[in-house]
C-alpha cells in the first residue's frame, strides 16, 4: 500500500464520513456516499456491508461490483466471514482470500470472491455499545495488498460508520414490518381472490389438456390409424418408432396435468424423478430435504402450486441454462417459514430473456400461495420460494 495512504489523517477521514453518513436515507446510499473516503484511505475493488438481521441470517449492502450477496439473504453458516459474525475472531486478514480455507470452505457463499478474484480481503466487526451488528468488508484483486495497517484503519471507519448503520438497518426493519403487518391484514381477502383465480385457471388447465389430447395425441393416433390400414401400410418398425413417440406426448401431458408421484411417493422424491426425467441423465443431480417431509404435511393445493414452481425452475435449468450440476433443497430458513431451493451452474439469466412466461407462472403460483419467489443469477441460476408453514 502506498505511504501517502497510510499516513492519511485518520481523524479527518473519520469526520468526513460521519458528515457524509448523517444525511443518508438508506444504507446503501450511505455505503456510496462514503465509498469515495473509504478508498481513499484503503483502496478496494470491492465494498461491503453485512449486518446480522433476522435469526442465523444477514442481509449485505455492496458499492463497487454487484453480486449475489446483495440480491437476499443469507444464513450466517454459509457466509464467508462466518468466523468473524459468529465471535471467534476480531478480525479477519487475507493474501489471497480465493485460496483461504475460512471463505472457501464447502457449503459458503464465496461464488463472488472466485468470480471476480477478490484476493486481498480485510473483515472487522462493526459495534454498537458493545454489540456486534455486522462487518465492514472490503477487498481488491491484488494479492497480498492489504496488511495489519489496514486491519486498524479499516476498524476505524467500521466505528464511525456502526451508529449510523445501525439506526438505518433499525428502520429498514421497523418499515419491514409495518409491510408485513399490512400483508398480514390483507392476507384474508388475498386468498379468497386467491382461491377464485386458481379455480379459474384450473378450468383452464382442464381445457388445455383437452385441447391438447385433441389437438396432438387423437390428431397422431388418427394419422397412424390411416397409414397403418392404408394401401401400402407403414412396415413394422417405423409404425412401431411411431406408436412410442405418441405414448411419450401422451405421457408428458398426463404428467403435467396429474403429478401423481407426488401424491405417491411425496415431494422430494417427486421433484427428484421430474428432474432425472428433465435432464435424462445429462447432469449431476442433488435433491435434498433438511425438513422431514414438511412440504407434504402442507395443503395439498399449497403442495400442488410449489411442485409446480420447482417443476418449471427444473424445467428452465435442464432446457435453456446448460447446466452441468442441479440440486434442490428443502430447508427451514427462518421458524415458522419453509423454503425450496433450486440452484444450478449453468448460463444464469440473461438480461433479456426471449420468453418470460416461465418466471411469470412462478411468480403467479407463488402469489396464490402468498410465497416469496426470489431469481437471481450468479455462475448459474438461483430459485428460492419461501411460504409460511407452521411446524
Known amino acids: 500500500m502506498a505511504e501517502d495512504t497510510l499516513t492519511l489523517p485518520q481523524d479527518g477521514l473519520c469526520s468526513r464520513i460521519d458528515k457524509a453518513l448523517a444525511r443518508r436515507g438508506s444504507i446503501t446510499q450511505a455505503l456510496e456516499a462514503v465509498a469515495a473516503d473509504i478508498a481513499e484511505a484503503i483502496p478496494f475493488t470491492h465494498a461491503d456491508i453485512c449486518l ?13 461490483i454487484r453480486t449475489r450477496w446483495s440480491r437476499a439473504s443469507g444464513r450466517i453458516d454459509h457466509a464467508p466471514i462466518r468466523e468473524l459474525l459468529s465471535g471467534s475472531c476480531d478480525h479477519m486478514l487475507s493474501e489471497d482470500a480465493t485460496e483461504d480455507p475460512r471463505y472457501t470452505y464447502p457449503g459458503a457463499s464465496c461464488e463472488p470472491i472466485l468470480n471476480h478474484a477478490l484476493r486481498a480481503r ?32 479499516a476498524q476505524a471507519i467500521a466505528d464511525t460508520m456502526a451508529p449510523h448503520v ?7 426493519r421497523t418499515r419491514r414490518g409495518a409491510r408485513g403487518t399490512q400483508m398480514a391484514q390483507a392476507s384474508e381477502e388475498g386468498l379468497r381472490q386467491g382461491a377464485l383465480e386458481l379455480t379459474q385457471r384450473l378450468e383452464q388447465e382442464r381445457q388445455r389438456v383437452g385441447m391438447d389430447l385433441h389437438d396432438q395425441t387423437l390428431a397422431d393416433l388418427s394419422r397412424l390409424l390411416r397409414e397403418a390400414t392404408g394401401e401400402t401400410p407403414l412396415p413394422r418398425a417405423e409404425l412401431a418408432a411411431r406408436l412410442r413417440d405418441t405414448i411419450d406426448d401422451l405421457r408428458r401431458i398426463i404428467d403435467t396435468a396429474v403429478p401423481t408421484l407426488l401424491d405417491l411417493f411425496g415431494f422430494a422424491h417427486a421433484v427428484r424423478v421430474h428432474i432425472e ?26 403442495r400442488t402450486a410449489l411442485f409446480r414452481i420447482v417443476q418449471e425452475a427444473a424445467n428452465n435449468a435442464t432446457r435453456h441454462s446448460g447446466a452441468g450440476h442441479i440440486s434442490a433443497s ?5 421458524p415458522g417459514e419453509l423454503s425450496v ?16 412466461s416461465g418466471l411469470s407462472h412462478m411468480r403467479t403460483r407463488a402469489r396464490l400461495i402468498s410465497a416469496a419467489l426470489e431469481v437471481s443469477g450468479d455462475a448459474g441460476t438461483v430459485v428460492t420460494v419461501t411460504l409460511d408453514a407452521p411446524e
Not at 445501525?166 to 429498514?172: G, P, T, Y
Open 277 to 302: 426425467r428433465a435432464t435424462a441423465g445429462a447432469a449431476v443431480i442433488a435433491v435434498e430435504d433438511a425438513t422431514d417431509g414438511a412440504p407434504d404435511r402442507l395443503d395439498p393445493t399449497v
Open 166 to 172: 445501525h439506526a438505518l438497518h433499525q428502520a429498514e
Open 330 to 334: 428443502v430447508d427451514r430458513p427462518a
Open 341 to 356: 431451493t433450486i440452484r444450478d451452474d449453468g448460463c444464469g439469466i440473461p438480461q433479456a430473456p426471449a420468453r418470460q
Open 52 to 64: 446480522l438481521d433476522r435469526p442465523g441470517w444477514v442481509v449485505s449492502y455492496e458499492t463497487g
Open 122 to 153: 480485510v473483515n472487522v466487526p462493526m459495534r454498537v455499545q458493545g454489540r456486534l451488528i455486522g462487518t465492514l468488508n472490503l477487498s481488491h484483486s491484488t494479492r497480498g495488498l492489504y496488511d495489519p495497517r489496514t486491519v486498524t484503519r
